[in-house]
């Protein structure tokens, strides 16, 4: 996403289209609302779905606007206004007028409603991974601010999820496109949602570590740090995702809890970092990692379970882990993986891998067709033949 690029286009009148990929599959314009004028108000209409204003929700009730019945996980919507100035507020030259006025912050006496502009509020990324949330980040990385104006693109036929669409109608206006998961992205490297919340000494039979816990406005999740000091400038890193039954319980299953015993006694030994991630399941929760054990018992792998289940093969991500190595000044490491999809997240955050460091897991005859598919459907660079 280049953002000096996005902001010239938009200066030149041209509304960004957003298309979320991953949840809804629509594309709406976002338009910064401080600069709103008639022409592209005009042109905002010409995608046919329902012009709104968001702002933060925050920052909305503070100003005297209030909130519509909606269910909790739904758009928020606020009551429609039209600038107290304006005739009937439905031209687009009027709506631009509202837009901009809301954007200076006016709070709701200056406006009349129900009126011609809806709004929206937005209770963060962080909290919500909605176009609402994200334009409103949007317009903060592109130096605008955090009002925009946004409308869904319908097709021919008045869908609102048709992205070849979506696409045709930006190449034909010359329009940017962007995706949520740019923005969500941007957002994860722009702001420190984890920080060190308590910081204890932690004798283990490996060694003397410490564990560092984290305040999480991130994903909220309990994520951990287990530290050996001093580590260096380029620390020997483990991301470890959480496995009841293999770390706990030490079912033979898995090759988790050798992977976490091996990755403590080589941090032991030379300093480093293990993140302890709250990720069970290749990110799909203890409940549903135990039902597809069950489906697992009747014949499926690992893989096939969990697409049984609803799920991709691995739902895990790793914006939290970056941002734990950042709240610890960690920006270099060397990192024990086998996994070259783990490598390939962190560096899209901007943490450079020096050295990928196998790790060796222990063999059983209850986990080897567990790590056979590890290595011929998820790609693991297991350190010998399976």
């Known amino acids: 996403m280049n953002l000096g690029e996005l902001r010239k286009a938009v200066l030149d009148g041209k509304p960004v289209v957003l298309i979320d990929d991953r949840r809804e599959f629509e594309a709406d314009l976002i338009y910064p609302a401080e600069i709103a004028s008639a022409e592209v108000v005009n042109f905002m209409l010409s995608a046919k779905g329902l012009l709104c204003l968001t702002m933060d929700m925050e ?15 739904e758009t928020n919507f606020l009551v429609p206004v039209d600038y107290r100035e304006t005739f009937t ?32 509020g937005g209770i963060g990324l962080n909290r919500r991974r909605g176009h609402t949330e994200s334009s409103l980040e949007l317009m903060e990385f592109l130096g605008f601010k955090r009002y925009a104006l946004i409308v869904e693109l319908l097709d021919e036929k008045g869908d609102s999820h048709n992205r070849e669409y979506a696409l045709a109608f930006a190449e034909k206006h010359g329009l940017p496109v962007i995706t949520t998961d740019d923005v969500w992205k941007e957002f994860v490297r722009r702001k420190q949602l984890m920080r060190i919340y308590a910081n204890a000494r932690l004798p283990t039979k490996y060694g003397e570590f410490r ?20 580590y260096g400038d380029v620390p020997l890193v483990r991301v470890h995702s959480k496995c009841l039954t293999g770390d706990t319980l030490t079912s033979l299953k898995c090759d988790c809890g050798s992977q976490l015993a091996n990755s403590l006694r080589m941090i032991a030994r030379e300093g480093g970092i293990l993140l302890y991630m709250d990720q069970e399941g290749r990110g799909i929760g203890l409940k549903e990692k135990i039902k597809a054990y069950e489906l697992q018992d009747k014949g499926l792998d ?33 990192l024990i993986t ?16 020096v050295e990928i460091v196998p790790a ?11 790590l056979k598919v590890k290595a011929e459907k998820l790609g693991h660079k297991l350190p010998f033949e399976v």
């Open 211 to 230: 564990i560092i816990a984290f305040d999480n406005e991130l994903d909220f999740k309990e994520h951990v740090a287990i530290v050996k000091e001093p």
């Open 59 to 73: 920052e909305a009730l503070k100003k005297g606007f209030f909130r519509l019945p909606s269910k909790e996980g």
């Open 360 to 370: 060796p897991p222990e063999v059983t005859e209850h986990n080897r067709p567990y």
């Open 302 to 334: 690992t893989v096939e379970a969990n697409e049984a289940l609803g799920y991709k093969a691995d739902e895990r991500t790793y914006e939290a882990a970056f941002q734990m190595l950042r709240a610890l000044g960690v920006s270099r490491i060397r």
């Open 89 to 120: 507020g439905i031209t687009a030259e009027e709506r631009a007028l509202t837009a901009k006025k809301l954007a200076e912050g006016l709070s709701v006496e200056h406006f009349r409603y129900p009126g011609h502009l809806h709004l929206l």
């Open 338 to 353: 086998n996994n070259p999809a783990k490598v390939k997240a962190l560096e899209e955050f901007g943490i450079e891998v």
